[in-house]
């Protein structure tokens, strides 16, 4: 494939998503600061309308998020001088750095640095959905809801004046509809779903600082 018509394809996308999306781009981070250029990668994905990728990295974002948050729960949000780093991370890193989604969900609640309704969310609807579905590429929870039996037609291409045949398939186990139901997915999800973490961000920003500044 030519490099213009890439060229062309991401200039198109660029002008006529950067106007919506541009404010993901003007952010201040206090405490979560190490998240700067992965918000920008992501947001990057969301303009050139790489939907798949967007979730992927906001699971990324968002796994990574709940473990630093008990991290800074423990260690502080304060200044640390340099040469006492690898004393004061060491512990905490240990305890949080390899702990499952689920797990982080239940202590970030009962340390109060997220709401019941966002608990909620992210155990029943993220942790099962956008995680599983996309990081784990276990698709079956997203496409649950299709009918076992969906009615489709075949013809012939060498013979279009055959009569069609009904078929009947089962898109939730058929890899190629598997991908195009996932594909449709990520589509109308992927925007929400970075929205919702970003402002999640600041919403543990800030009360990490109203419990331990």
């Known amino acids: ?80 001088p340099i040469e006492k780093w690898n004393d004061v991370f060491e512990e905490p890193n240990k305890k949080y750095g390899s702990i499952p989604l689920g797990n982080s969900i239940e202590k970030c609640k009962k340390l109060e640095l997220i709401s019941d309704k966002e608990k909620s969310f992210l155990f029943d609807i993220i942790r099962e959905l956008m995680r599983n579905g996309f990081s784990h590429a276990d698709s079956s929870k997203i496409l649950a809801d299709l009918p076992d039996n969906s009615p489709m037609f075949q013809g012939s291409f060498t013979n279009p004046n055959a009569d069609l045949k009904e078929v009947s398939i089962n898109q939730k186990i058929i890899p190629t509809f598997q991908a195009l139901q996932m594909e449709n997915f990520a589509k109308e999800n992927a925007k929400f779903y970075f929205d919702f973490v970003f402002h999640l961000i600041f919403r543990i920003e800030k009360r ?3 419990k331990l500044g």
């Open 1 to 80: 494939m030519e490099k213009v018509v890439f060229e062309k394809s991401f200039i198109e996308k660029l002008d006529k998503n950067f106007p919506e999306l541009a404010k993901y781009f003007d952010f201040n981070l206090e405490i979560f600061c190490e998240f700067n250029t992965l918000i920008f990668e992501i947001n990057k994905c969301l303009i050139l309308e790489f939907h798949r990728a967007t979730i992927t990295l906001t699971n990324n974002l968002l796994e990574r998020l709940l473990k630093l948050a008990l991290i800074k729960n423990d260690t502080g949000i304060g200044p640390i």
């Open 208 to 210: 990490l600082k109203e």
